[in-house]
């Protein structure tokens, strides 16, 4: 099994920034390919950005590219996502979620499926 937890969330005004962490137990990190998800009030959980194992290759929903940017520190067993930018409509829960599935990168934007999930922090962008 692997445990996720998520920090990071809170309040910020629109324009400003917030960086979320998620750190992994359990399970070899660098076997994981890693994501960020989010649910607004009222809607589905979407797909936000997906990073490979070995952190080379990235890829994001379009709304937040050029925005947001995830990272990862292999050695610290820690998913980052930077958020840049904010608008309100960014505000959700995000959840942290790893798979351990060789799967292409690609595949997550589409299904979102992935076998462990966090409980989520609530991130709420102010007008």
């Known amino acids: 099994q692997v445990q996720l937890v998520e920090s990071g969330g809170g309040l910020v005004q629109a324009g400003g920034s917030l960086r979320l962490s998620c750190a992994a137990s359990?399970?070899?990190?660098?076997?994981?390919?890693m994501g960020w998800f989010r649910q607004a009030p009222g809607k589905e959980r979407e797909f936000v950005a997906v990073?490979?194992?070995?952190?080379?290759?990235?890829d994001y929903t379009d709304s937040v590219k050029g925005r947001c940017t995830i990272s990862r520190d292999n050695a610290k067993n820690t998913v980052y996502l930077q958020m840049n930018s904010l608008k309100p409509e960014d505000t959700a829960v995000y959840t942290c979620?790893?798979?351990?599935?060789?799967?292409?990168?690609?595949?997550?934007?589409?299904?979102?499926?992935?076998?462990?999930w966090g409980k989520g922090t609530l991130v709420t962008v102010s007008s």
């Open positions: 359990g399970r070899t990190f660098s076997s994981l390919a």
């Open positions: 990073i490979s194992r070995n952190g080379i290759i990235t």
């Open positions: 979620a790893a798979d351990d599935l060789p799967r292409p990168i690609g595949t997550y934007r589409i299904d979102g499926r992935m076998h462990y």
